[in-house]
């Protein structure tokens, strides 16, 4: 239980924390995009920006590149890939305004850049990007006057030959705090700065800045597929939670019920009619019912057997108390006295009879049903009594050989008890026959041959539990035994299903 518990803490608690780490996660991706955007249209500005300054004649100027920076901007391709990371990098105080200085740019500056801001303004209508074209040094002449940015670490980079990105926050409420990383989203901009190459040097830097796509405008934008896709969830969900009640836990409740209703000793209904769901709940099902069918089944022997041998062992029990009541005086003669020991004695071994007779009903039925047996092998050997197979000797019989001996033993006892010196036992067509040429058994008693202690022989010390036994063994294998009317002797047929 504990274990559960912890397991449902641990889930509630991951659910918040997988939502953050996917809001993270879908935060970088639109970084990341909007980096790679801006780094693709500073290629083509810083392309256009060298084109236009090189055909303009001045002395070079500009910082060289070194080795390793001019191999790779001369090398047939040279991509870049975007690299800001919000898990990772701090965002950076809003931009700072540049810082005034009193030289002035390069004439062949003041010559190309109103072409190159009219071609920001025209893309920006696309693009949404502020672009500043920057001189060798960092500066900006598009104000009243030349101002620096020299001092950024994104300008920096661009004017060692490499690509600046920086995440930086908007506005001038920037105020960071111990959870500035966890609520960043629409509160910054990307700047990135991209060198512009000419004869190896940094001739100058297209200064770039753009929002990215954030988190809530995306879900606006899709919120037609997300609204589809919630409804989709939703019905699925409660598809699910109605299979999984209609398949699982309504048929668990009723297999809990009934098991319960067992377990209480009560006769449930049976759940033959039940809805399982799915085959492992069915098969489970059946075999509840069919255990629940057997105990009560069990249990109704045990009650009518109980009720049977109290009855059964009354009559010995008090003949015996009353004999040796009747020992206990001194005045009885030899004569009595002999007789009541030999009362003792009679009822004594009828009780021990009685019991034996009990204990083999019991293990009956936990004997194993191996099978079939020859019929040859079960005829039992009973004095006085012929027994032979008038069909069927070469035939097996579905039974276990030792139950087939146990059947047909007693079978020969209740023949030879009623008079019988000849008993026949025949099989053919998956019916087995036994008939003995003894008195025969009323056609009122026909009914209750096979009933536990039902005997027509007590005097002679008969039981009742001789054809029980054989009915119990027969149930264990689907079948009974019938007592036919017959004119002659008694007449028992056994069917079996599978000949």
């Known amino acids: 239980m504990v274990m559960v518990v912890a397991l449902v803490c641990g889930a509630l608690i991951s659910v918040p924390l997988l939502a953050l780490l996917g809001a993270r996660l879908t935060s970088n991706q639109f970084v990341r995009e909007t980096e790679q955007s801006l780094i693709n249209q500073a ?25 390793e920076r001019a191999a790779h901007w001369n090398a047939n391709l040279h991509p870049a890939r975007a690299r800001l990371n919000v898990r990772s990098i701090r965002v950076l105080p809003p931009r700072p305004d540049g810082a005034p200085v009193d030289e002035p740019v390069e004439p062949r500056y003041a010559s190309i850049r ?16 502020g672009v500043v074209f920057l001189d060798a040094d960092g500066r900006d002449a598009s104000g009243e006057g030349p101002v620096s940015f020299a001092s950024l670490p994104e300008v920096q980079a661009a004017l060692n030959g490499e690509i600046g990105a920086v995440l930086r926050a908007r506005g001038d409420d920037y105020d960071p705090h111990p959870f500035s990383s966890l609520s960043r989203d629409t509160g910054y901009r990307i700047f990135l700065t991209y ?14 800045s753009r929002t990215p796509l954030n988190l809530g405008k995306f879900l606006f934008q899709e919120r037609f597929a997300l609204v589809t896709m ?10 699910i939670g109605f299979l999984l009640f209609r398949l699982i836990s309504r048929p ?23 809805h399982y769901g799915i085959r492992e709940l069915a098969e489970l099902g059946e075999s509840v019912s069919t255990m629940a069918n057997a105990l009560s089944q069990r249990s109704r022997e045990i009650s009518t057997y109980t009720d049977h041998v109290t009855h059964e062992l009354k009559s010995p029990v008090t003949a015996i108390i009353g004999a040796a009541e009747l020992l206990e005086d001194d005045a009885v003669d030899p004569v009595n006295r002999d007789k009541l020991l030999k009362n003792i004695n009679a009822e004594a071994r009828r009780m021990n009879l009685l019991l034996g007779r009990l204990r083999e009903m019991t293990r009956v039925r936990s004997a194993p049903h191996d099978g079939p047996g020859m019929l040859t092998n079960m005829l039992p050997e009973i004095e006085g009594l012929a027994v032979r197979v008038t069909k069927g000797s070469d035939e097996t019989v579905p039974l276990s050989e030792q139950h087939g001996q146990m059947i047909l033993d007693h079978m020969a006892q209740n023949a030879r008890g009623h008079g019988a010196d000849q008993m026949q036992v025949s099989f053919e067509g998956g019916v087995l ?6 008195d025969g058994i009323p056609e009122g008693n026909i009914e209750r041959v096979s009933e536990p202690f039902f005997t027509t022989r007590r005097d002679d010390g008969g039981t009742g539990m001789g054809l029980a036994i054989v009915s119990a063994i027969l149930e264990s294998y689907g079948t009974s035994l019938v007592c036919v009317p017959n004119d002659g002797g008694a007449l028992f047929e056994i069917r079996f299903a599978h000949p």
């Open 252 to 274: 668990i409740y009723a297999l809990r019920d009934h098991s319960h209703a067992v377990a209480l000793g009560q006769a449930p209904s049976s759940m033959s009619q039940a």
């Open 433 to 438: 026959k036994v008939l003995d040429n003894g």
């Open 43 to 67: 290629a083509i500005y810083a392309k256009l920006f060298a084109a236009s300054f090189e055909e303009l004649d001045g002395p070079l100027i500009g910082t060289p590149l070194s080795e």
């Open 230 to 239: 919630l409804i989709s969830t939703l019905v699925g969900a409660a598809l």
């Open 114 to 129: 109103p072409q190159l801001i009219q071609v920001a303004r025209d893309a920006r209508k696309t693009t949404l990007a």
């Open 195 to 208: 060198p512009v190459i000419s004869q190896d040097r940094v001739v100058g830097v297209i200064y770039l």
